[in-house]
């Protein structure tokens, strides 16, 4: 199956910062791309799509402002979190689909963000 | 509103027993995904179901699905402690924006 690399795997950073995940297609181009998060113990929540050459659509709720995403090339999708506090702490999962649309989804490994 | 319900939400089983998961779906959908998921990783792909009556089986696990009953089942069969991890099951919201929405997962926890 299709390949999704995210970067970091795991990141630690102070309140107040900011703090930048990659998620890429490492053999195909995905025009959109999704971005999840898990808190413990629960499930996987979508946050946003990400859109080549677009803005994001978010989900109810999530604050566009706090989670940038940039979706800047068919490979690569890149999601921020902006002046991160504890709450944020969390697993983010991003996700794409090879081709056209209604194919299986790849999910990238993930990556998990403490805020101390 | 795509709502997808799985239960149990938690199964704690002896090994080389038979048990089944099941997930609900509310309105139609172009697929349902089972997803693997141990603790601290990402989702391993296990069964992408696309049309009514579609069974896959692969080693202990056989998925189907029901689309007239907005029904999947995830059986497993003379289960090993291998198997111990979180189980999803996702739909694709039909409209073709491809976005998957989750169940809560089931916590599968076989005993030795």
């Known amino acids: 199956g299709a390949v999704v690399s995210q970067h970091p795997s795991w990141v630690i950073c102070k309140s107040g910062t900011s703090v930048k995940i990659e998620c890429r297609s490492l053999?195909?181009?995905?025009?959109?791309m999704f971005w999840y998060r898990q808190f413990p113990k629960q499930s996987l929540m979508l946050m946003a799509t990400s859109n080549e050459g677009s803005k994001a659509t978010y989900e109810q709720g999530v604050e566009k402002d706090k989670f940038l995403i940039n979706h800047a090339s068919l490979t690569l999708s890149t999601l921020t979190v902006t002046s991160a506090h504890p709450e944020d702490s969390s697993f983010y999962i991003c996700?794409?689909?090879?081709?056209?649309?209604?194919?299986?989804?790849?999910f990238g490994q993930g990556t998990r963000l403490t805020v101390v | 509103e795509l709502k997808v319900e799985q239960n149990p939400l938690f199964l704690s089983m002896q090994e080389g027993k038979n048990y089944t998961i099941y997930c609900n779906y509310s309105t139609t959908s172009d697929r349902l995904y089972w997803y693997r998921q141990d603790p601290g990783k990402s989702l391993e792909s296990l069964f992408v179901l696309l049309s009514n009556g579609a069974v896959k089986q692969e080693g202990r696990l056989m998925a189907s699905l029901d689309t007239k009953a907005r029904l999947s089942t995830l059986h497993i069969t003379a289960a090993v402690h291998d198997l111990s991890a979180t189980y999803f099951c996702a739909v694709d919201r039909k409209g073709g924006d491809d976005k998957i929405i989750f169940g809560k997962g089931t916590r599968l926890h076989i005993l030795p």
């Open positions: 053999d195909f181009q995905a025009t959109t």
């Open positions: 996700s794409a689909n090879e081709g056209a649309l209604n194919t299986e989804a790849f």
